[in-house]
């Protein structure tokens, strides 16, 4: 499996802010939805945001408000920002990219390695 490359994880204390990024290759970030998953322990992993080539963003409400998700199609990178963070917030953070075009010698769908996040006082 391709895999993308999360960074910006760590340790936050409630309240505080961190932001994630993802790096991904040309010819997948070109065409593909770019998204942000999360699983806690003991939990399924769920989504967190979406957005589109063309910028439409979807977020889950726990999150609406808070974090804000965005892509750089020149650094073919996609970020997301969050703010206000709970100690629930905690998980590991997760990369992914769905083809939005058929790709000759490509999947449909990519995730990174994940990336801890932490909020606890």
């Known amino acids: 499996q391709v895999q993308l490359v999360e960074s910006g994880g760590g340790l936050v204390q409630p309240g505080g802010s961190l932001r994630l990024s993802c790096a991904a290759s040309e010819d997948i970030f070109s065409n593909s939805v770019m998204g942000w998953y999360r699983q806690a322990p003991g939990k399924q992993r769920e989504l967190v945001a979406t957005?589109?080539?063309?910028?439409?963003?979807n977020y889950a409400d726990s999150v609406k408000g808070r974090f804000t998700i965005s892509r750089d199609n020149a650094k073919n990178t996609v970020y997301l920002q969050m703010n206000t963070l709970k100690p629930e917030d905690t998980a590991v953070y997760y990369c992914?990219?769905?083809?939005?075009?058929?790709?000759?010698?490509?999947?449909?769908?990519?995730w990174g390695p994940g990336t801890q996040v932490t909020v606890s006082s």
């Open positions: 992914n990219a769905r083809l939005s075009r058929i790709l000759i010698g490509y999947g449909n769908v990519y």
């Open positions: 957005i589109s080539s063309g910028g439409s963003t």
